[in-house]
């Protein structure tokens, strides 16, 4: 049974920083693309940052220089450090993994943490 499980979500004011963690369990983590996407109320799901299985990552423009994204392997963990945070970085976050296997794409989704930065 694969489960994704994320924390760190919390309000912060505008400026703060926050770490969210993605513990994965059920796959084996090295082989995924794993990532965080991000909804705000009344706005569709949106990728925030991705990072490889050779660590390669990328990120959405408008958290590029804020935050940054990193996986341990050894743990099973991916991590979302947030700096500068504004106000439009609330949202419900999600963790992700992904991965393919000839034609079949194996995806698996976490239930969300929430982040409110307050102004």
């Known amino acids: 049974q694969v489960q994704l499980v994320e924390s760190g979500g919390d309000l912060v004011q505008a400026g703060g920083s926050l770490r969210l963690s993605c513990a994965a369990s059920?796959?084996?983590?090295?082989?995924?693309?794993m990532g965080w996407y991000r909804q705000a109320p009344g706005k569709q799901r949106e990728l925030v940052a991705a990072i490889s299985s050779g660590a390669s990552t990328n990120y959405a423009d408008s958290v590029k220089g804020r935050f940054t994204l990193s996986r341990d392997n050894a743990k099973n963990t991916l991590y979302l450090q947030m700096n500068s945070l504004k106000p439009e970085d609330t949202a419900v976050y999600y963790c992700?993994?992904?991965?393919?296997?000839?034609?079949?794409?194996?995806?698996?989704w976490g239930q969300g943490t929430q982040v409110t930065v307050s102004s």
């Open positions: 992700n993994a992904q991965s393919r296997s000839g034609v079949k794409i194996y995806e698996y």
């Open positions: 059920g796959i084996i983590f090295s082989f995924y693309t």
